[in-house]
């Protein structure tokens, strides 16, 4: 059993576009050791680009898993 086994990555995100973007290249680059854990992006609801880019990142790497919070109030 690996530490992978037991570890996840959990990002907390709103709003926050760019600065993901530039999370996501280092944590899923080629020489980073954590590339190959299940990492899962929590979206508090952003109004940018946030889904878009998880949605690029997502399609090369399966481990990648997004889920966006809803407003209870519509907005």
Known sequence: MSIKD???IVLITYNRAILL???LETIL???SPVRDFDITILD???TDE???I???FARQH???KYEKKLSQFGC
Do not use: M
Request: proline content about 0%.
């Open 54 to 56: 998880v949605e690029k």
């Open 21 to 23: 973007t530039r999370t």
């Open 50 to 52: 946030t889904c878009d």
């Open 44 to 46: 508090n609801n952003s």
């Open 6 to 8: 037991d570890l996840q």
């Open 29 to 31: 680059g080629n020489d």
């Open 62 to 64: 399966q481990n990648l």
